[in-house]
């Protein structure tokens, strides 16, 4: 069932000031931020969610920009045009457009069309269309013209058709209107000539499409207030001819037919679409759903203030200028069902009539006139058949889902996800789950634009995948650097191979401070690092050394002379964490995983040197923390163990000892270590002399209890 949500403002001042209100709403790089481009002077960065504008930039006065300014996906960099032929290129740091890379092409731009997947395209107003990367290299090439004399571009949209970039734009002369179809894998053009339908005796006012299997659905609104649809193959017959297309009636009064401006349409999916228009003569202007499947209306929203006209569609939100404001109205929607479009109709029946019911009540069954045996009889087939009715299987709920999977988008998977995970659990609940991760994982491989993650995240907390079920779910996660991903299936697969945990921990230690602020992590490992009264107490005693062990009357060589000549250091090293809160959650999720020693060793080797010594140094930062309590236990709710501390400062040592060397940076650490080894040796030893008095005391107390006699001796240990 589509629902349209509140409605919120984005832009804080009043945008459109130029003649064609806003030019354009185009996708950035960042999920939910979003290029706004005024038909004046400026281009704005709005974060949605926040709805605030993140930059802002504007060409010189006297200088108008003519189409919207677009996102290379590739790079990361905005692309706009103003006064036809000037081309910019900027990205977020720079703060004035008349000093970023600059190009003036030889012909007029119609528009910028970018999406992810493929680099962007310069389309001109001639029809011409050039790459990006072509264009720059010799902007001033020759443009050729495609359409006709009198012929104007009226529309235009770019999009991915088998993982290949394919563009369909409209034209219009003399009131005949025309769709070509440009492919770039193969560089073919074809042209239609779109008739007009039996019904259709009007205006062609708005324009959209979508990919329906080998067609392309092109579907247009007319001043007569009814949508008509055209089928255009994508591979057509004959590409040296210009053929025809009719365009047959989809919706009827959709608007008022008296609309001749303010009108446009999107298309939301495939069974839906959204109308900017007022639906009768008087009323005010209206954004509609309407489900083309049962051509019903669906839902709809009155805009008191009037719009321009503009409708854009991106994700889960619709983009439309609401007076002098850009407004965004969040849209849902689920699976089209006759039930959910209509309502579930409860079975009426006549009052002054009797029905059978679902079971037999033998004892009243002559109340119904079926007392006889034929009669019962009959009753007993049809109460089977409404059984064999009731009970025959539906489409498995798992398998409606794969099917959703194969086709639909992201967020109406992990809507559907959402309620196959809240019912009931069946007994192959597992292998169901299996099933759904790997249609998932299938899609991601065909499509690199496909990342459901929250849907894989909702998976893996159900606790029953494993590394061995889904072993491309952290090949991709590694792809992406996903390290939210990659922590919680280090905590959830018990069977994950040592290569793949070192190429976690590669990423753990590589990825930058910046970016891991930006992403939610689980925090339960690590504990407060902020113990300043137990700062003080160390620096105010560096020289004693971990479990209460004092080296100052052993004989340690001149080794220990000079490691000692600077304690006050040493303290002020090993006070403070050396990795952030964040990346200390994610190392500590590499301790808790599974390893074999033989398996990991090689792997380690494979790790740079530097991220060796930070990891070294956060080791060993949690083994002194260890030491500041009597159980030699870290605070938190799934703390690393001494034990796991122990063993990876071992395995990193013994597998790049001789790299770790060589460092300069390392030198105090080693030190350290080799201190913390000797203390080791020591305490084991004085520990071993404790255990022998032990067993003395053992023998004196049996021989006691045999004597039955009682006596109390004082013991001096050293």
């Known amino acids: 069932m589509a629902a349209l949500e509140e409605e919120f403002t984005l832009s804080v001042g009043a945008l459109g000031a130029g003649p064609n209100g806003v030019l354009g709403v185009e996708p950035s790089d960042k999920t939910d931020q979003f290029l706004v481009t005024d038909s004046s002077r400026t281009v704005i960065l709005y974060k949605v969610s926040d709805q605030k504008p993140l930059g802002s930039w504007s060409v010189k006065q006297g200088q108008v920009i003519t189409c919207p300014a677009v996102c290379n996906f590739q790079t990361g960099e905005y692309i706009v045009v103003h006064d036809n032929k000037v081309l910019r290129i900027w990205n977020n740091e720079d703060v004035n457009l008349d000093k970023v890379f600059k190009a003036t ?37 020759k443009i050729e013209t495609v359409i006709s004399d009198g012929e104007v571009i009226k529309w235009a949209k770019f999009f991915m058709v088998f993982r290949h970039p394919a563009l369909i734009f409209i034209t219009e002369k003399h009131g005949s209107y025309f769709a070509y179809v440009q492919m770039f894998n193969s560089q073919n053009l074809s042209k239609y000539t779109l008739l007009l339908g039996p019904e259709e005796k009007c205006i062609t006012l708005n324009f959209t499409a979508y990919v329906d299997r080998k067609f392309i659905s092109l579907m247009s609104i007319s001043s007569d207030g009814c949508i008509y649809e055209s089928l255009i193959p994508i591979y057509p017959s004959d590409t040296e001819k210009n053929q025809r297309v009719v365009k047959s009636q989809l919706l009827k009064a959709v608007v008022s037919d ?146 959703t999977i194969k086709k ?66 952290m090949e991709i996660a590694l792809e992406k650097t996903d390290v939210q991903m990659l922590q919680l299936c280090l905590h959830q697969f018990p069977d994950i191979p040592e290569s793949v945990t070192c190429a976690c921990l590669k990423i753990f230690l590589s990825i930058g401070d910046d970016s891991l602020q930006e992403i939610n992590i689980n925090m339960e490992s690590v504990f407060d690092y902020s113990d300043t009264e137990q700062d003080e107490k160390m620096e105010e005693q560096p020289e004693i050394l971990q479990n209460g062990f004092s080296p100052e009357n052993g004989n340690h060589g001149n080794f220990n002379q000079k490691v000692n000549e600077k304690p006050q250091n040493a303290a002020e090293e090993t006070t403070s964490c050396p990795v952030t809160p964040k990346r200390a959650a994610l190392l500590n999720a590499i301790l808790h995983s599974a390893y074999s020693e033989v398996f990991l060793l090689p792997h380690l080797k494979d790790i740079p040197a530097q991220h060796i010594t930070l990891f070294l140094q956060y080791l060993y930062f949690l083994y ?31 597998a790049n000892f001789t790299v ?39 023998k004196l107390n049996q021989e006691k209890n045999i004597r039955g006699l009682y006596s109390i001796e004082v013991l001096e240990l050293f």
């Open 408 to 473: 639909d988008s992201e967020k109406h998977i992990e809507v559907e996800l959402r309620k196959f995970l809240a019912a009931k659990w069946t007994p192959d609940f597992h292998t169901q789950i299996g099933d759904i991760v790997t249609g998932l994982l299938g899609r991601c491989k065909a499509e690199p634009s496909f990342y459901p993650r929250n849907c894989l995240i909702q998976l893996i907390q159900t606790h029953t995948l494993s590394y061995s079920l889904c072993s491309g779910l």
């Open 105 to 141: 092409l030889s012909a007029e731009v119609y528009r910028i069309h970018s999406i992810q997947g493929t680099e962007p395209v310069v389309q001109f107003k001639e029809g011409a269309v050039r790459g990006l990367e072509a264009l720059l290299a010799e902007p001033q090439q």
């Open 624 to 654: 002194l923390k260890c030491s500041e309590n009597a159980t030699m236990t870290l605070p938190g709710i799934h703390p690393p163990t001494l034990s796991q501390i122990m063993d990876w400062i071992c395995l990193l040592l013994d």
């Open 258 to 403: 008296n609309s001749r401006s303010g009108i446009a349409l999107t298309v939301l999916d495939r069974d839906h679409i959204a109308v900017l228009g007022p639906p009768m003569p008087a009323s005010k202007d209206c954004l509609s759903i309407w489900n083309i499947k049962f051509q019903i209306l669906q839902t709809s929203k009155e805009l008191p203030q009037g719009t321009s006209g503009q409708l854009w569609y991106y994700g889960e939100n619709l983009f439309m200028l609401h007076g002098k404001v850009l407004t965004v109205i969040p849209y849902k929607c689920e699976v089209s069902s006759l039930a959910g479009a209509l309502g579930k109709l409860k079975h009426s029946q006549d009052a002054g009539t009797h029905t059978i019911p679902h079971f037999v009540n033998w004892e009243t069954s002559q109340g119904y006139g079926l007392g006889s045996q034929n009669s019962e009889q009959s009753r007993r087939i049809l109460r089977r058949k409404k059984l064999e009715v009731s009970l025959q299987p539906e489409v498995p709920v798992s398998e409606q889902l794969l099917s």
């Open 660 to 698: 770790v060397v060589m460092i300069p940076e390392a030198k105090r650490l080693l030190i350290n270590l080799y201190k913390f080894v000797k203390s080791q040796i020591s305490v084991y030893s004085e520990l071993n002399k404790i255990e022998v008095s032990f067993r003395e005391l053992q």
